[in-house]
């Protein structure tokens, strides 16, 4: 005999209301049924067949056991557009959402630094890297999509293996200050033999400012000195990733 705690009720079970000496099942709610057709579908062929609603939907129906969570995804996606930008908000802003919790507004940052850290596995593991496009990946998946500017750095040693990544630097939402001494110093404490860096235009625009160059420039400079070059500056939007170095005006 299996005994099931108010918790755990058996499949197709309803609610016991007591009335006077009688019980009376109350009907199942209907978004579960919902949620059954949603794992069928998503154990059937991914998400490949899922509106960017019902992605979020299904997630959420993990975290929140019994609540109807299409008006909530709906209402996430409303005010911020897309999935990826809504793993990007704090928890703080996340939990004023009305049927978001402590801990569904706990789980996006959690699910946003858990990719982060599989496509930096990626970076990492490549014995070399040759194809920009990863480290575009993952610096735009890192950066694309915050609302302040940060500033990366990815430092090489001579046979172009990945060493580490650092976020040099974190500014406003347009503007961040950086220091070439603080970058040169992280690149010969971790023995890099070049680096590349990166920062992201919180606001979408591509086009490197009159600052971006100034930077690049007194970088490029000062490792080329220390045989420590630096080897491209991209500027990272949710979408798009630009190499300055393909610009006439990188320095030669």
Not at 39 to 63: P, R, V, W
Not at 79 to 100: D, F, H, M, Q
Not at 182 to 200: D, M, P
């Amino acid at each position: 005999m299996k005994i099931h705690s108010s918790s755990e009720k058996p499949a197709g079970a309803g609610v016991a209301h007591k009335n006077g000496d009688s019980h009376q099942l109350a009907p199942v709610p209907h978004h579960h049924g919902h949620r059954k057709r949603l794992l069928q579908k998503f154990l059937t062929g991914g998400l490949t067949s899922f509106h960017e609603h019902e992605i979020l939907e299904f997630l959420l129906s993990f975290l929140i056991p019994r609540r109807d969570t299409k008006p909530i995804a709906r209402e996430l996606l409303a005010r911020y557009n897309c999935i990826s930008t809504i793993i990007n908000v704090s928890p703080s802003e996340l939990a004023s959402v009305k049927g978001v919790g402590d801990r569904s507004a706990a789980f996006f940052p959690l699910l946003r630094d858990i990719i982060a850290y599989c496509l930096k596995e990626k970076c990492l593991s490549q014995p070399v890297i040759s194809h920009r496009r990863d480290v575009e990946e993952y610096f735009r998946f890192n950066y694309g999509h915050r609302r302040d500017e940060y500033v990366a750095a990815l430092f090489l040693d001579n046979a172009n293996h990945i060493l580490t990544t650092e976020v040099v630097c974190e500014g406003t939402v347009n503007q961040c200050a950086v220091y070439p001494r603080a970058v040169i110093e992280r690149a010969i404490k971790c023995g890099a033999a070049s680096f590349i860096l990166a920062h992201n235009h919180p606001g979408g625009g591509l086009n490197p400012s009159e600052a971006d160059w100034l930077i690049t420039e007194r970088l490029f400079t000062i490792g080329k000195l220390l045989e420590i070059p630096l080897l491209d500056h991209l500027i990272i939007s949710k979408a798009q990733v630009v190499s300055m170095r393909e610009s006439s005006r990188w320095p030669r």
